[in-house]
């Protein structure tokens, strides 16, 4: 450990120390030091509303962060601290730097499939369409945080398959890279006992469970006795004081369920710090369209997301409705992208489709590729952030993309045209525009967010976009 990483290991600890002795009175000071330490004020907005945050003892945003400082355990929250500076802070400036340099997006957080192989076989799972024996080596994984971290991405979260089933490798990867943060999806089946001390040990390493209600809904999808087993790994982490979140997809049959007081309040008390809400997409040739949800279940989730914010001592995000938040679209490279077990670079997750594989070619590379110029030069695909999507909004954007730059499907069991990934969404997307053009106020969404200088400030005429939204390409 070189002598300014002893200096900063150091005044963490005494900052974490001081902060749970009495947080109320101490956490304003160490907010105001983060605030002297950050020069180039990459957060200044964020401070100004920190700071009236901490006015406030009874502030949901203040409960919540006490809960994290005085209940999770002192080792992990010194082993969290750095990579979490490094994402939040550090990763700006490098990040702006290589985007003006390359001229291409640069994410803040890359997604990784360590493995193809699962456990499970979940109802809708597009995962399975990549088959089970695809994955990627140590090597690729260690090369692809390496070259990210070049870059300034500092963020790096696991999908699959399930993750887990690689997990000598992903401890390996948090000890040797202590300078990021990792998140794993997960169906937490496979974190027992032993692994739960592990993960408390490594201390940057934070699961996210799979859990879509309560048993009846979760083992629907799922399978029987995996409730059971989930809320069981919940629980071991809890009881050791590590954080972790939850990962939740909200379709036709369960938002209600999902949009629920009730079933937030169930979450915190589980010890859930964090909620990842995504809306189901029917990405892969056998995944049914009846799963996805209707304009109202949608703009349902938007209410009650806006609503928990003020009430719920959880960090809550929408994947697809808090596009406000991010000014749109956050794949392609813009805020992330995807590589799957077979080192396919995919703009996002959910789309099945790309120009490069990463065991050709470099991080950097990849974002250079066809297909992530084209998300750059169309992004964002709507003015209207709450219809952010190029498949499940405009699809006409997907259609024309993959077109254009012969971009290939990456799904190894049933190869799907975009085009048919159109034909499934475009209804969708026609009814969702409908209301969400009854939800987005633009002045609103202006005042609040555009004028802050951090963010990525640009609007487009439809005329400058390649592409129809609700038209495809044959």
Known sequence: MSLKEQIVDFAIRNAIKYARKDFDRNAPKILNLIEKADVKRVNRSTYAGLHK????????????VKDIICNTDEHVLEKL???????AVNSYTKRMAAIEKYGCNVPWAILMDPTAACNL???????????????LSYDDLARIIRQGKELGTYMYLYTGGEPTMRRADLMRLCREN??????????????????????????????AFSIEGYEEENDFRRGNGTFKKCTAA???????GVPFGASLCYTSKNTDVLAS???????????VKFAWFFTYMPTGNGA?????????????????????RKTKAIFALDFWNDGEYVQGCIAGGRHYFHINSNGDCEPCAFVHYSNVNIKDCSVLEALQSPLFMAYKNNQPFSNNMLRPCPVLDN?????????????????????????ALFDKTIEAAKAWKVKADELFDRDEYIAKHVKDENMYNYEKDDSEREFSEFEKTE
């Not at 998140?183 to 692994?195: E, K, P, Q, V």
């Not at 919940?234 to 050791?240: A, F, I, V």
Request: proline share 6%.
């Open 53 to 64: 945050v901490m006015d406030d003892p009874n502030n949901n945003w203040m409960r919540f």
């Open 81 to 87: 601290v750095p990579p979490l500076m490094n994402v």
């Open 121 to 135: 076989k979940c109802t809708g799972c597009w995962a399975a369409e990549y088959g089970h024996t695809s994955s």
């Open 178 to 207: 202590p300078d990021c943060a990792f998140l794993s999806f997960t169906n937490g089946t496979l974190i027992d006992d032993s692994f739960a001390d592990e993960i408390k040990e490594v201390g940057n390493f934070y699961p």
């Open 234 to 240: 919940m629980k071991r982490l809890k009881d050791r």
């Open 261 to 271: 007081d009730e079933y937030m309040d169930w979450l915190i008390e589980q010890g």
């Open 288 to 308: 049914v369209t009846d799963l996805m949800v209707s304009p109202e279940q949608r703009a349902l989730m938007y209410k009650k997301m806006h609503e928990w």
């Open 395 to 419: 699809p006409g954007a997907i259609s024309k993309m993959v077109a254009e730059t012969g971009a290939y499907s990456t799904e190894m069991q049933h190869p799907e045209s975009a085009n």
